[in-house]
């Protein structure tokens, strides 16, 4: 018997999406009916092809301008949308982009840490996008997919989320990251829409694209796990806060953090700079990099 019950783990375990997904693993798993595949762009992208059975969503599905920044949208309509798109807390979820630009990215990650937020825990990015997928010489199709909707019920998961009072409660008593590029950070170059320059007093720098390659593929985890344990001296058991200008590039190092190195509790401040550096009474460092220590 229980040699039967480790055969079925591990079958499933090949079954299960991995936080990183590459072609060959979805090209297998196409038809799989708990995997839900879901492409995130704007324009007509989808229309002219896609994945075949894949969803579409658009950014704009996820945040919303609240009148100062553009933040996470109000939890019923985060569920509305996942409904839509056929997912429940069972499915086996892989986002991606025809990745033109950076954002392009930016945005599967920032829906990937979305759906996390909200109970969905089986969650993939595709890596290296619909380019990676075209490499490997995988079918797509301009056929619209036939999605039927879930009743699925949002569980916002309150540790994955900081807002501007827990940053404030924080600071020197965990270890916050910054995945603005270096200059934005230091404030030698002004942030876009950010009236003071520098960062969160006490932030340590690491911008999201030192992650990838120009493919847009992930470095090698061992190189990534080195950086992060020996450089930043970051412990995969304690809580780690990730911010940026807006909430867009922080999630991809949500991502690389949470999914692939698995830290168990990293936190996300959607608002980020965007609030924070636009405050006369936030605590900001300027022109010197800072790494923390307790």
């Not at 919303?64 to 839509?84: A, M």
């Not at 009743?151 to 989320?161: E, L, Q």
């Not at 020996?230 to 999914?259: A, I, M």
Request: glycine share 8%; with cysteine; charged share 25%.
């Amino acid at each position: 018997m229980k040699i039967v019950f480790a055969l079925m783990a591990a079958a499933l375990s090949l079954l299960a999406v991995e936080p990183l997904t590459n072609a060959k693993w979805l090209g297998a798993h196409l038809n799989n009916p708990s995997v839900r595949v879901v492409e995130v762009s704007d324009g007509d992208s989808y229309t002219l092809e896609h994945i075949p059975g894949a969803a579409h969503t658009s950014i704009g599905a996820w945040r919303f301008d609240n009148g100062t920044f553009l933040s996470i949208r109000p939890v019923s309509e985060i569920e509305k949308e996942i409904r839509r798109l056929g997912i429940d807390s069972s499915t086996e979820v892989v986002l991606y982009a025809p990745i033109n630009e950076p954002k392009d990215l930016l945005k599967t990650s920032y829906i990937y840490w979305a759906l996390n937020y909200h109970g969905i825990k089986n969650v993939g990015i595709l890596d290296g996008g619909i380019k990676a997928w075209k490499n490997a010489q995988l079918p797509l199709t301009s056929e619209e997919s036939k999605i039927a909707p879930t009743a699925f019920k949002a569980n916002p998961d309150a540790s994955k989320i900081a807002d501007i009072g827990y940053v404030k409660s924080k600071l020197g008593k965990l270890p916050m990251i910054d995945a603005r590029p270096s200059d934005m950070y230091l404030g030698i170059t002004p942030t876009p829409t950010v009236k003071r320059n520098g960062h969160i007093k006490g932030g340590m720098s690491y911008s999201w694209n030192y992650s990838v390659d120009k493919d847009y593929l992930l470095k090698p985890k061992a190189t990534l796990e080195s950086v992060f344990k020996e450089g930043y001296k970051l412990d995969k058991n304690k809580e780690v806060l990730v911010y940026c200008t807006g909430g867009l590039e922080t999630s991809y190092n949500y991502f690389v953090l949470s999914g692939v190195l698995g830290y168990k509790n990293v936190r996300l401040y959607d608002a980020s700079m965007k609030e924070w550096g636009n405050r006369e009474e936030t605590p900001m460092t300027q022109y010197r990099y800072e790494m923390f220590s307790k």
